[in-house]
């Protein structure tokens, strides 16, 4: 039975069978609310994301509601992205997230006004009291995983370029290329503000940001841990995979036995969704890796 | 949200920070009276900042031909148009909302959004005319003229209630305090393009190459060493000056923006009603429809173009206009005296003296001592 079917109720059934016999799976029922992440051990190798790989199917499903982010403008007018149906397993050293959640569009950004599809984990970096659940707060810092369909593509195909972009582009000359020896990347881009400051933004991504932030406004780039992602977009639906080590001392660490934290974040690029315009789960929802 | 004092409105306007003004405030003017599209700023601008990758399209500085050129297309009616028709009153306060005010819950600032296709046409309707039929008839004998279009250079505005800054979520925009000159933190922008979005003057744009968004430095690293920026100093017609504006209140006759923008009405900021109170003031053109000014200046316009006639007998406002273009330092404070007008820097030493009435010397066309006759080539 198609995955895709367990959330999309019946009609959407006798679409996807028709339409998508490939990823076909024996999947659990009709996903439940997810009360709490269950992260099983599985004796497989989660180095690399698998959003196919056949433990998935003894892995139960949950349905995580999602809002509109709701705190701060700008955000988007209505929730675009209802529900996410989540999975976990783990290898005893690392944490595997399988999400899957109804995107019409595959968006992966490069021109103006064209963002990307996203999905961000955020765990808290500090036991005790959790967070406040969006962003963090001051003192109470929260970790991210963010992926972007962007990012993947940038790992996958290289950075776009200025001519990829825009086939029809015409420039006469890039006077900085000219500057030292011609063909020298540092003195072509010596005069690029963003990539002279280290901005990440403007260097080749890979699929997973790893992110730190003390409350709105705060986020930033940090050096990532070798966090992994892989995201596959068909018949209006994105299966991803994050991967994460599950201890990162200094920032937040998944302790076997114990429970934690999570919370989602997703961007439908297609509906101009970026940064804070994005639909947020409300409230943390707990993890036992057992 | 605060309330914040914008003087160009003269009431409070609601604003996502409290007031914060710097210690100076950067402010360019212009003399509309006098551009002519040679776009020289346009290229300073371009051949210093934006030829990189990614900044093909960018132009920080434009020229473009009013009322139908706009970069991008059609800007300002589109941000008219979702504002829609507001009212000032009489005595000059304005009565409608600002884009902060008229926005929905869900968004920073009332705003439209330009597209790729909008950017790609940046001198769109160059000299094209309005007013009455072309077909004959029509006389340009009396002012404003029925057949019109003027030139309007713009730069950011660096605004004292920047829209780009307050959309931003990242909080990578920032005014700096000590000359208002706004920016965008190149190492933390992320390139959601929530300025290009909201800057209603839509001068915070889009880089496809860094992935961030860039937009008009003010020439920083210049003006921090006294001197006016690329596009004020090789602006062919001298029709732009650079200084520091003070709000309303605390404004100086000897500073020359001041006394440009306070004393004498003379320059007046472009499009107030949208609430930012942008820093580019704007001599305005005293050939072109009134009302179409009044949308762009506000209900000042009139005053300012008849002011603008007879500034020829204002000798010290004359002398001033002498200094404009004389000197590629920040002119702090001026001083008109005997017919001779000077400029000081800002610890107050003389940077430029010049005639406000050129001696005219009257020769004969033969010069005997070289055998020659000479050529009065200006
Ligand atoms: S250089 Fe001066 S005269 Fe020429 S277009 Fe620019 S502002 Fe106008
Ligand atoms: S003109 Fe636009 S980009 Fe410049 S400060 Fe004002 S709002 Fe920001
Ligand atoms: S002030 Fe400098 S950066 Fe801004 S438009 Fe003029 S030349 Fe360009």
Not at chain 1, 193 to 203: H, K, L
Not at chain 2, 11 to 34: G, M, T
Not at chain 2, 134 to 152: M, Q, R, T
Not at chain 2, 261 to 284: D, S
Request: proline share 8%; charged share 25%; aromatic share 10%.
């Amino acid at each position: 039975m198609n995955r895709t079917t367990t959330w999309l109720g019946a009609l959407v059934l006798a679409l996807s069978i028709s339409t998508s016999p490939a990823c076909s799976k024996s999947a659990p029922s009709k996903p439940e609310p997810l009360k709490t992440l269950v992260v099983s051990k599985v004796s497989a190798d989660l180095s690399k994301p698998d959003p196919d790989a056949a433990y998935w199917k003894d892995t139960p499903e949950g349905l995580v509601k999602m809002l509109a982010q709701p705190m701060i403008a700008p955000r988007p007018e209505t929730t675009t992205t209802e529900t996410i149906v989540v999975q976990a397993v783990h290898d005893g050293e690392r944490a595997a997230f399988r999400l899957r959640w109804k995107d019409a569009d595959k968006s992966e950004a490069g021109r103006l006004g064209e963002y990307s599809d996203g999905l961000a984990l955020e765990f808290p970096v500090k036991d005790g009291p959790t967070p406040p659940v969006m962003m963090g707060g001051q003192g109470m810092p929260v970790h991210l995983f963010h992926w972007r369909a962007q990012y993947q593509r940038d790992e996958e195909q290289g950075k776009p370029t200025v001519k990829q972009l825009y086939p029809n582009q015409s420039v006469d000359m890039y006077p900085h290329e000219y500057k030292e020896a011609p063909g020298n990347p540092s003195a072509a881009e010596a005069f690029l503000p963003a990539v002279i400051e280290g901005n990440p933004q403007a260097y080749q991504k890979v699929s997973v940001d790893e992110i730190l932030a003390e409350g709105y406004s705060t986020s930033s780039v940090v050096v990532g841990h070798g966090a992994t992602a892989k995201g596959a977009w068909a018949n209006g639906e994105w299966t991803l995979v994050i991967v994460r080590p599950l201890a990162i001392p200094g920032y937040s660490s998944l302790k076997l036995g114990a429970e934690g934290n999570v919370a989602f974040a997703v961007w439908q690029g297609g509906k101009g969704e970026v940064g804070s315009r994005k639909c947020v789960t409300m409230q943390w929802t707990p993890v036992r890796i057992q | 949200m605060s309330k914040v004092k914008n003087w160009h409105l003269k009431r409070e306007v609601e604003y996502p920070y409290d007031e914060s003004r710097p210690k100076k405030q950067w402010a360019i003017i212009f003399d509309l009276n006098k551009c002519i599209a040679c776009q020289t700023c346009t290229l300073a601008c371009k051949t210093t900042w934006t030829s990189g990758k990614g900044q093909e399209y960018m132009f920080w500085n434009n020229v473009e031909s009013k009322p139908y050129g706009g970069y991008p297309l059609a800007w300002d009616l589109r941000v008219l148009e979702k504002l829609g028709r507001q009212e000032w009153s009489e005595k000059g306060e304005y009565l409608g909302k600002t884009l902060i005010e008229a926005s929905p819950a869900h968004e920073r600032v009332l705003h439209f959004a330009p597209t790729d296709e909008d950017w790609m046409y940046p001198n769109v309707g160059e000299d094209d005319c309005a007013g009455a039929k072309v077909e004959g008839g029509g006389h340009i004998g009396a002012l404003p003229h029925d057949k019109w279009f003027f030139y309007l250079p713009r730069t950011c505005a660096h605004c004292t209630y920047p829209a780009c800054l307050a959309a931003c979520p990242r909080k990578a925009i920032y005014k700096r305090p000590e000359d208002g000159i706004v920016l965008i933190d190149q190492t933390r922008c992320k390139g959601y393009g929530e300025c290009v979005r909201a800057c209603p003057y839509k001068k915070s744009m889009y880089n496809p190459h860094t992935r961030t968004s860039e937009k008009c430095v003010g020439c920083y690293p210049a003006v921090e060493q006294g001197i006016q920026p690329q596009c004020v100093v090789n602006c062919i017609g001298k029709i732009r000056v650079m200084g520091f504006v003070s709000p309303e209140g605390k404004a100086r006759d000897d500073n020359p923006i001041d006394f440009l923008v306070h004393k004498l009405g003379l320059a007046l900021p472009y499009y107030p009603q949208f609430g930012t109170e942008p820093n580019i003031y704007y001599i305005p053109p005293i050939h072109a429809d009134r009302e179409y000014l009044k949308q762009m200046f506000g209900p000042k316009v009139e005053a300012a173009i008849e002011k603008y006639k007879k500034l020829a007998d204002d000798p010290v406002a004359h002398g001033l206009l002498c200094l404009i273009g004389s000197s590629d330092r920040i002119i702090h404070r001026f001083a008109v005296d005997k017919g001779v007008a000077a400029g000081f820097d800002e610890a107050g030493a003389e940077i430029v003296r010049v005639p406000v009435v050129e001696a005219v010397i009257e020769r004969a066309a033969y010069d005997a001592k070289i055998g020659a006759i000479r050529n009065n080539t200006p």
